[in-house]
């Protein structure tokens, strides 16, 4: 067994471990450092494949975006435990059953059949001027691209539907025309009001005779 094999395994179980504490761990905050943990292995998984613009993208935009965006929620909503543990038991042959399948079917797709080593060998060494960022670019935009310009109309779609899910129009909810705030002048902002001025309880009067109350 080489060093990068072994380096490999050991990447291999942390993956494993940090995936099965993420959905059994109890408290979410917990659960979301422990995905963070498996986005950095699987990144480290990618750079032994040579995908260095791959695992780059996934500690920046996954860990350092999306997953700091998922802890700000999960701390700052208020959820109850309990209440989200209440029927899971009810669901747990259903829950087994798909599990078992989606074992079954990854173990028939990732098995030696189609992922040997006979048929994916390792990568051989590329060129100091080798870039994987330009020819992923290539592929997304040459041999790919019907599925890249698919997935971006799909992305599209289920953004326009969450806000049409969410927007709600509300009577008591206050917004600005900017249409109608560009035309607003002065007089209708502000108002000058002629009042009489008045002399607080601690002012100093004057009486007939000019000394000072």
Known sequence: MTYVTAIFYIF???LVFAGLRVITARNPVHA??????????AAGLWM????????????????????????????MLDINLDKLREGFWDYL???????VLLMIEMALILGSRHFGLEIMATPAPHP??????????????TDYVYAFELAAVILLVAIV?????????????????????????RNDRLRIVKMQ???????????SGGEGA
């Open 12 to 14: 291999a179980a942390i």
């Open 32 to 41: 979301a450092l422990f995905l963070v943990l498996a986005f950095f292995t």
């Open 93 to 99: 042959p259903l829950a087994g059953f798909v599990s």
């Open 48 to 75: 032994m494949l040579e995908a260095e613009f791959l695992a780059i993208t996934l500690v920046l935009v996954y860990v350092g975006a999306v997953m700091v965006l998922f802890l700000f929620v999960v701390m």
């Open 197 to 207: 001025s008045e002399k607080g309880p601690g002012a100093r009067t004057q009486d």
């Open 128 to 141: 100091a001027d080798y870039s994987n960022t330009k020819e992923l670019g290539r592929l997304l935009y």
């Open 161 to 185: 539907a969450a806000i049409a899910l969410t927007l709600r129009r509300r009577k008591d909810s206050k917004y600005i025309d900017p249409a109608e705030q560009v035309k607003v002048k």
